[in-house]
């Protein structure tokens, strides 16, 4: 059994206080039965400032695809083969290791456009867990609330045609039939 000491607890409480003062940053928008739910790092982000172009009013979510990064280990050689007169080997080559990082993939910042804040009212939200439901991704109660049920069901059902994301895209709203397609852009 491991025995705490005190100067052991005094650290563990301040590791403890420390990541609940670094996590009180990350809290979004959407209410988890009435409690404020953090954000996943890196993937969620809501915004009125879209990227570059956006219209002006509208709304955007941003799913964030981090880079992929490998160590690569080599041997590089320091010191060449050094041969006697007659050809045969005096002393091999000499190498050292150098470690280096490099990216494979890089980081990929994909934008989407979502339905603005005040689009989302408890009525709105109660249709997109009816939507999701028909369709076998919620599970849960119809409660209007955009918890951490409703935002699963959400990613799930994005995962397929849309960003890999909780956050509600425009497009699969859409496709959800709650929100009305511009006949216009169908011609």
């Not at 080559?93 to 689009?119: G, K, L, N």
Request: net charge neutral; proline share 7%.
């Amino acid at each position: 059994m491991i025995q705490a000491t005190p100067l052991r607890w005094l650290r563990l409480a301040a590791f403890g206080l420390g990541g609940a003062v670094g996590l009180s940053g990350c809290q979004t928008q959407y209410a988890d039965k009435g409690h404020a739910q953090r954000a996943e790092p890196g993937v969620y982000q809501a915004t009125r400032n879209g990227p570059d172009g956006a219209p002006q009013g509208s709304c955007w979510g941003r799913t964030v695809s981090p880079a992929v990064i490998e160590t690569v280990t080599e041997q590089v050689q320091v010191a060449p083969a050094q041969y006697n007169p007659d050809g045969t080997l005096l002393r091999p080559p000499a190498y050292r290791s150098e470690a280096r990082q490099m990216i494979v993939t890089p980081r990929v910042d994909s934008w989407f456009e979502t339905p603005c804040a005040e689009a989302l009212t408890p009525d709105f939200i109660a249709s997109l867990q009816r939507a999701l439901a028909v369709r076998r991704y919620y599970e849960g109660p119809i409660t209007g609330t955009l918890d951490t049920d409703t935002q699963a069901a959400i990613r799930a059902f994005q995962r397929t045609t849309g960003p890999d994301s909780g956050v509600l895209s425009l497009a699969s709203a859409r496709q959800l039939g709650l929100i009305a397609v511009d006949r216009s852009t169908l011609e």
